[in-house]
């Protein structure tokens, strides 16, 4: 399973960006999808993710600026819609896939390769 980050750039203060990852490969079907950043310097932290039956969680310091949501037909894509950036919001940001179903046997810790966005102040 392969997942790809698009949409990543650099953005004023207040602005907003959209970030799509797509998963290939072969697999049935899969659970969970989100975003895990990493600010420069510090450890990863939780974005958003978002399961098959649509169940989200967030972070609390996107909570109210960052949706995630899935493709309704495929659900092997997942967007991350972010408002009203700010320049903490700065970072590296991994789309990753868990409860892959493959075979019959369910697997998960699937990375993509990372998107950098940057928020100017």
């Known amino acids: 399973v392969q997942l790809q980050a698009f949409g990543g750039g650099l953005v004023q203060a207040g602005g907003s960006l959209r970030l799509s990852c797509a998963a290939s490969g072969t697999f049935a079907s899969i659970n969970a999808m989100g975003w895990v950043r990493e600010p420069p310097g510090k450890q990863r932290e939780l974005v958003a993710r978002i399961t098959s039956d649509g169940t989200t969680d967030y972070g609390d310091s996107v909570k109210g600026r960052f949706t995630v949501s899935r493709d309704n037909n495929a659900k092997n894509t997942v967007y991350l819609e972010m408002n009203k950036l700010k320049p903490e919001d700065t970072a590296v940001y991994y789309c990753?896939?868990?409860?892959?179903?493959?075979?019959?046997?369910?697997?998960?810790?699937?990375w993509g390769q990372g998107t950098l966005v940057t928020v100017s102040s």
């Open positions: 990753n896939a868990n409860g892959v179903v493959i075979d019959g046997w369910t697997h998960s810790g699937y």
